[in-house]
């Protein structure tokens, strides 16, 4: 009655009426503690009548930890916006006064394992994720009602489900971006429900859907460079439940509507390292689910298009340490309704089926308590058997740039892979490994399939069919040396220390009589130099590798190491001093103070122009949308701001004329579709480049429009399905046929000229990179333009077909061109694709510090090459 005042009143707009909530919000046959408030009586509205705010998600949360002895709440962390990332831990009463006896015991079971038995009053661990993709509404919003019903649910059902397991419900693993869409729906409310797909309202998927940085963190379990995953990756191994479910939205439009998924998933394209046992258990799950959506009469499909081969997301990470991960995946409402050719899809509707889905999981979870058991127990002892039967003892690896390499052990720490310090110099593939320095991982311990899954190099697929990256080789990706040390030489004597956190280390600088110098070979030099730079201290680059008398002794110098002398510079020797000691401790570089201006080589000394360049600070300039991809502009801003510290101007590539032009030294570029200038934006910023001396980076489709709209070079554009003269194939096959030649993520070797100033910092000519387009850069004529080359058999881990590797084969990967007074840089990958690839980093870096640096060589006959 009073809902019906307000409506009339004008209090509660009329539009919410027309998308009331299932009445499954409280299932049939269950009695719920009326004193237990609903999610609809703190919310103020019924699910899915509008998008709930994330605060009031957290309070009601709260509400809920407070009022029922079954729930505990702990915040894990805080998103990069600074808004909780909350864990509610769900379980009857008397399992909460054991937890941690429960926890310990459970994960006592792991292959060094408990014996027959030791299980049988352990309760399953379930662990329910929502909210991993902002865009996506109706996975986190059927948060709510589940705790609910977890809390006020009463009967001796619930009591038995709720005995015989410990429920997990982690939202939102994205708050920020749930943040945007919350943001975005309730500004493009209206009264009256607009269910027409073309409304600005239901166009949700792109900035909302990523993180604050514009990263998909569903990608991010394995690779966890965004702050988001370094919170609930941790949270997920305190108790390595036995089941993860991961819950989503996926597209619906008006030509192709999508209905409702959950795993097993595609029987084709699945991960070896996952034993058939896990894919056993979740087609016995997926009866229970099955059972419910065919008593509604909900349409779905379980064993095609997803599938859990990468071991980087929600549903997969889990299958290759012990869990068996499961998808579901609902057709999108978008705002709150949405006509399909299948009828009228809703919100409501999408979260009951969510919820429902997680209710299903847990019970199945509880029934299948004894197999979970079970498989856990034979998850491990498998994985001991396989590395016992391995040819290969472990990995070794090292890398002079020392803070790549601490970030790369604490990722393995983190996924809870035992690292060890290397105790005896070895040699492997011609490449020495030293005490000290490298470190050492074994293939005989409990995370021998997550071992696996960093270091392994598959180029051997079933059928040529992916959904995401094929390849996630993170000792390529990082760029490290790296090699399999076989079983025969895999000695006792090698490992060291185990590993704890560590941090770069560097020892304060001594007083400089003459200058200061470090290292650009370290991921952090850059955000060294740039505080420098802003703190007005002169500095100049080596050009050439130099050994420098220290007060420590002789120190050899790289390529792109900075100098930084006393004299001349505004600060008093103490203060640079001070300063510099700051820098290097911050930074975790090592800063050496230099004696005397002479070099210990014959040739150049530190006051040569030949063998120093001037460094300037780099102003930077980052275009977005008008068809750049979110996640590739996203992952540039994070390297330049999150990683390396330095401010960045972010402006929409469409009102690029409207910048004041002398401000900015470095335009970015990132890929995406239709990433073009306009004519008139094209001419100004080839005048910013030759008359103004300003660098213009372009990466991916970028640097296909960059190489012909400002360097005149026509692109190469055939690249599609390869027919022979003739050639006809059943539509069975099509599309195979047209995914045999889609690079979709694998990793490549190019040939780095160490020379160029652009390849400062790196050690070996090979480097590893990510290539996931079939785009070509033409050959320059200039012949030392072409800093990177992909090898001409170029493959090194993942998919890409004969015909794409033979294209792709001895093209440029990195082209760097003077044009006038400036530089054009193209390259034709993502140098920090997912924030994954430390070891392409300094690419950009070095177009951002050093794209100065050079100059266009001479033709015979006095014809130049700058443009």
Same mark, same amino acid.
Not at 168 to 187: E, K, Q, T
Not at 281 to 308: C, P, Q, S
Not at 684 to 702: P, S
Not at 799 to 823: K, N
């Given at each position: 009655?009073?809902?019906a005042v307000?409506?009339?009143? $004008?209090?509660?707009p009329? #539009?919410?009426?027309?998308?009331?909530?299932?009445?499954?919000?409280?299932?049939?046959?269950?009695?719920?503690?009326?004193?237990?408030?609903?999610p609809?009586?703190?919310? $103020?509205?019924?699910l899915?009548?509008r998008?709930? @705010?994330y605060?009031?998600?957290?309070?009601?949360?709260?509400e809920?930890?407070?009022?029922?002895?079954?729930?505990?709440l702990?915040?894990l962390?805080?998103?990069?916006?600074?808004?909780?990332i909350?864990r509610l831990?769900?379980?009857?009463?008397?399992?909460?006064?054991?937890?941690?006896?429960?926890?310990?015991?459970h994960?006592?079971l792991?292959?060094?394992?408990?014996?027959?038995?030791?299980?049988q009053?352990?309760? /399953?661990?379930?662990?329910?994720?929502?909210?991993?993709?902002?865009?996506?509404?109706?996975?986190?919003?059927?948060?709510?009602?589940?705790?609910?019903?977890?809390?006020a649910?009463?009967?001796?059902?619930?009591?038995?489900?709720?005995e015989?397991?410990?429920v997990?419900?982690?939202?939102?693993l994205n708050?920020?971006?749930?943040?945007?869409?919350i943001?975005?729906?309730?500004?493009f409310?209206?009264?009256? =429900? /607009?269910?027409?797909?073309?409304?600005?309202g239901?166009?949700?998927?792109?900035?909302q859907?990523?993180?604050?940085?514009?990263?998909?963190?569903?990608?991010?379990?394995?690779?966890?460079?965004?702050?988001?995953?370094?919170?609930?990756?941790?949270?997920?191994?305190?108790?390595?439940?036995?089941?993860?479910?991961?819950f989503?939205?996926?597209?619906?439009?008006?030509?192709?509507p999508?209905?409702?998924?959950?795993s097993?998933?595609d029987h084709?394209?699945?991960?070896d390292? /996952?034993?058939e046992?896990?894919?056993?258990?979740?087609?016995?799950?997926?009866?229970?689910?099955?059972?419910?959506?065919?008593?509604?009469?909900?349409?779905?499909?379980?064993?095609e298009?997803?599938?859990?081969?990468?071991?980087g997301?929600?549903s997969?990470?889990p299958?290759?340490q012990g869990?068996? #991960?499961?998808?579901?995946e609902?057709?999108?409402?978008?705002?709150v309704?949405l006509?399909?050719p299948?009828?009228?899809?809703?919100?409501?509707?999408?979260?009951?089926?969510?919820?429902?889905?997680?209710?299903?999981?847990?019970?199945?979870?509880?029934?299948?308590?004894?197999?979970?058991?079970?498989?856990? @127990?034979?998850?491990?002892?498998?994985?001991?058997?396989?590395?016992?039967?391995?040819?290969?003892?472990?990995?070794?690896?090292?890398?002079?740039?020392?803070?790549?390499?601490?970030?790369?052990?604490?990722?393995?720490?983190?996924?809870? =892979?035992?690292?060890?310090?290397?105790?005896?110099?070895?040699?492997?593939?011609?490449?020495?490994?030293?005490?000290?320095?490298?470190?050492?991982?074994?293939?005989?311990?409990?995370?021998?399939r997550m071992?696996?899954?960093?270091?392994d190099?598959?180029?051997e697929f079933?059928?040529?069919?992916?959904?995401d990256a094929?390849?996630?080789?993170?000792s390529?990706?990082?760029?490290?040396?790296?090699?399999a040390?076989?079983?025969g030489?895999m000695?006792?004597?090698?490992?060291?220390?185990?590993?704890?956190?560590?941090?770069?280390?560097?020892?304060?600088?001594?007083?400089?009589?003459y200058?200061?110098?470090f290292?650009w070979?370290?991921h952090y030099?850059?955000?060294?130099?740039?505080?420098?730079?802003?703190?007005?201290?002169i500095?100049?680059?080596?050009?050439?590798?130099?050994?420098?008398?220290?007060?420590?002794?002789?120190?050899?110098?790289?390529?792109?190491?900075?100098f930084?002398p006393?004299?001349?510079?505004s600060?008093?020797?103490?203060a640079l001093?001070?300063?510099?000691?700051? /820098?290097?401790?911050?930074?975790?570089?090592?800063?050496?103070?230099?004696? =005397?201006?002479?070099?210990l080589?014959?040739?150049?000394?530190?006051?040569?122009g030949?063998?120093?360049?001037?460094?300037?600070?780099?102003?930077v300039?980052?275009?977005?949308?008008g068809?750049?991809?979110?996640f590739?502009?996203?992952?540039?801003w994070?390297?330049?701001d999150?990683?390396?510290?330095?401010p960045?101007?972010?402006?929409?590539?469409?009102?690029?004329?409207?910048?004041?032009?002398? @401000?900015?030294?470095?335009?970015?570029?990132?890929g995406g579709r239709?990433?073009g200038?306009?004519?008139?934006?094209?001419?100004?910023?080839?005048?910013?480049?030759?008359?103004?001396?300003?660098?213009?980076?372009a990466?991916?489709?970028?640097?296909?429009?960059?190489?012909?709209?400002?360097?005149?070079?026509a692109?190469?554009?055939?690249r599609?399905?390869?027919?022979?003269?003739?050639?006809?194939?059943?539509?069975?096959?099509?599309?195979?046929?047209?995914?045999?030649?889609?690079?979709?993520?694998?990793?490549?070797a190019?040939?780095?000229?160490?020379?160029?100033?652009?390849?400062?910092g790196y050690?070996?000519?090979?480097?590893?990179?990510?290539?996931?387009?079939?785009?070509?850069?033409?050959?320059?004529?200039?012949?030392?333009?072409?800093?990177?080359?992909y090898?001409?058999?170029?493959?090194?881990?993942?998919y890409?077909?004969e @015909?794409?590797?033979?294209?792709?084969g001895?093209?440029?990967m990195?082209?760097?061109?003077?044009?006038?007074?400036?530089?054009?840089?193209l390259?034709t990958?993502?140098?920090?694709?997912?924030?994954?690839?430390? $070891?392409?980093?300094?690419?950009l870096?070095?177009?951002?510090?050093?794209?100065?640096l050079?100059s266009?060589?001479?033709?015979?006959?006095?014809?130049?090459?700058?443009?």
């Amino acid at each position: 009655m009073l809902r019906a005042v307000l409506v009339c009143v $004008g209090l509660l707009p009329a #539009g919410f009426l027309a998308a009331q909530a299932p009445a499954g919000f409280m299932p049939a046959g269950i009695s719920y503690d009326a004193d237990v408030t609903t999610p609809a009586e703190a919310f $103020g509205h019924e699910l899915g009548e509008r998008a709930t @705010r994330y605060d009031q998600l957290i309070s009601y949360f709260q509400e809920m930890a407070r009022v029922s002895n079954r729930v505990a709440l702990d915040t894990l962390g805080r998103s990069v916006e600074g808004r909780p990332i909350v864990r509610l831990t769900v379980t009857a009463a008397a399992n909460h006064a054991r937890l941690d006896e429960i926890r310990d015991r459970h994960l006592a079971l792991a292959g060094s394992g408990g014996e027959e038995g030791d299980h049988q009053d352990l309760p /399953v661990v379930v662990w329910l994720g929502f909210g991993v993709h902002g865009a996506e509404a109706a996975g986190l919003e059927a948060s709510a009602p589940l705790v609910h019903h977890l809390a006020a649910g009463q009967g001796p059902e619930i009591e038995r489900v709720l005995e015989n397991s410990v429920v997990l419900i982690v939202a939102a693993l994205n708050p920020d971006g749930h943040a945007r869409r919350i943001d975005h729906s309730l500004s493009f409310w209206s009264r009256t =429900i /607009v269910r027409n797909g073309d409304h600005a309202g239901h166009d949700l998927w792109a900035s909302q859907r990523a993180s604050h940085y514009g990263f998909d963190l569903n990608r991010q379990w394995l690779l966890l460079a965004q702050h988001e995953a370094q919170v609930w990756v941790p949270a997920w191994h305190e108790w390595q439940p036995h089941f993860t479910g991961d819950f989503h939205e996926m597209g619906t439009t008006s030509v192709r509507p999508s209905t409702y998924y959950f795993s097993p998933g595609d029987h084709v394209r699945t991960n070896d390292l /996952v034993p058939e046992e896990a894919r056993s258990l979740l087609r016995r799950m997926a009866d229970y689910h099955k059972g419910h959506l065919d008593e509604r009469g909900t349409l779905y499909f379980t064993e095609e298009v997803y599938n859990n081969f990468y071991p980087g997301s929600g549903s997969g990470y889990p299958n290759v340490q012990g869990s068996v #991960g499961a998808l579901f995946e609902v057709g999108t409402a978008h705002l709150v309704e949405l006509d399909t050719p299948l009828g009228r899809w809703s919100l409501a509707e999408n979260i009951d089926v969510h919820f429902h889905s997680a209710l299903t999981s847990i019970a199945s979870a509880v029934d299948l308590r004894e197999d979970f058991h079970d498989y856990r @127990r034979a998850f491990y002892a498998s994985a001991r058997a396989e590395a016992a039967a391995d040819d290969r003892g472990g990995f070794v690896f090292t890398s002079p740039d020392r803070g790549r390499l601490v970030r790369f052990v604490e990722l393995l720490e983190t996924h809870r =892979i035992q690292v060890h310090e290397l105790a005896q110099d070895v040699e492997l593939d011609g490449v020495e490994y030293r005490a000290g320095e490298a470190y050492v991982v074994e293939l005989d311990q409990d995370a021998y399939r997550m071992v696996r899954t960093v270091f392994d190099r598959v180029t051997e697929f079933e059928a040529p069919s992916f959904s995401d990256a094929t390849s996630w080789t993170l000792s390529l990706t990082y760029g490290l040396d790296h090699a399999a040390v076989p079983r025969g030489q895999m000695r006792p004597q090698l490992l060291g220390e185990r590993t704890g956190p560590i941090r770069p280390a560097a020892e304060l600088p001594d007083r400089a009589a003459y200058g200061y110098a470090f290292s650009w070979t370290d991921h952090y030099a850059p955000r060294a130099l740039y505080r420098l730079l802003d703190e007005g201290v002169i500095a100049r680059a080596a050009l050439l590798p130099v050994q420098a008398r220290t007060t420590r002794g002789p120190v050899e110098l790289v390529r792109g190491s900075v100098f930084i002398p006393l004299k001349g510079q505004s600060l008093s020797p103490e203060a640079l001093h001070d300063l510099l000691a700051r /820098v290097g401790e911050e930074a975790g570089i090592q800063i050496h103070a230099i004696d =005397i201006g002479a070099t210990l080589d014959e040739g150049s000394d530190f006051g040569s122009g030949r063998a120093f360049g001037t460094l300037e600070q780099p102003e930077v300039l980052l275009l977005f949308e008008g068809g750049v991809q979110r996640f590739d502009m996203g992952h540039v801003w994070h390297l330049l701001d999150a990683q390396m510290e330095m401010p960045v101007v972010l402006k929409q590539k469409d009102r690029i004329q409207e910048i004041e032009w002398s @401000r900015y030294t470095h335009i970015i570029l990132p890929g995406g579709r239709d990433v073009g200038l306009t004519p008139a934006a094209t001419e100004r910023v080839a005048r910013w480049i030759r008359e103004e001396g300003g660098t213009f980076v372009a990466l991916r489709q970028g640097a296909e429009w960059a190489q012909e709209a400002l360097l005149g070079r026509a692109p190469i554009t055939d690249r599609t399905m390869a027919l022979e003269p003739g050639e006809r194939f059943n539509l069975d096959d099509l599309r195979l046929r047209q995914s045999e030649d889609v690079v979709s993520g694998a990793i490549f070797a190019a040939d780095l000229d160490l020379s160029h100033p652009l390849a400062f910092g790196y050690h070996r000519r090979t480097l590893p990179t990510h290539r996931d387009t079939s785009i070509l850069l033409v050959t320059p004529d200039n012949p030392v333009a072409t800093v990177a080359r992909y090898h001409e058999s170029p493959l090194l881990a993942g998919y890409a077909s004969e @015909r794409r590797q033979e294209e792709i084969g001895g093209t440029p990967m990195l082209i760097a061109e003077r044009m006038g007074q400036g530089t054009v840089v193209l390259m034709t990958d993502n140098p920090n694709f997912r924030g994954a690839y430390p $070891g392409t980093n300094k690419l950009l870096m070095n177009s951002l510090f050093f794209s100065t640096l050079f100059s266009a060589p001479s033709a015979p006959g006095g014809a130049g090459f700058r443009r």
